[in-house]
């Protein structure tokens, strides 16, 4: 009997945390931005963390993909043997984008879906025996209220 006039008020006191907890991760990510520190990339896109070293994802004006790799200092190297694919679009009919080298970056071979804010995944492998790495974000090309940077490579802190 005793055990359950401790353990009782326990578990109430521990089911009533619980929902604080999920209710203050839900306002934290309400804003569709992380809020840890973003980082802009050499030519202003997104970096690509999950690799090591990263590389920058920037969309450029004729909505083609570039992707730049960047050394321990962030600053860009010449592509050697990596293989990049980009799928994006709705899940429904994606559009898969391959690339070719043009200069020291790569670049699509095709263009982005129409749309402005759309899934998309990116698989980078940095040579032909290197597993595949997958870094996953959504692809908002809409410009910043703050900063006029398009929303999938903006740093601003304060959303």
Known sequence: MKLTTY?????VSLALCLPISAAEKKADSDHGHSHAKKEAGPNGGRLLVALDPHAEFLVT????VQITFLDR???PVAPAEQVVT????QRSAPTKLAFVRSGDVLVSNVALPAGNDFPTGVQIKLTPTAKWVTE???LNLS?????ETAEYACTCDDH
């Not at 004006?61 to 083609?64: E, F, G, L, Q, S």
């Not at 980009?86 to 679009?89: E, I, L, W, Y």
């Not at 410009?143 to 900063?147: A, E, G, L, M, V």
């Open 136 to 138: 996953k974000f959504n």
């Open 86 to 89: 980009v799928t994006a679009g």
């Open 73 to 75: 200092n962030d600053k």
């Open 61 to 64: 004006a004729d909505r083609k």
């Open 143 to 147: 410009k910043c209220p703050d900063c």
């Open 7 to 11: 353990i009782l008020p326990f578990l």
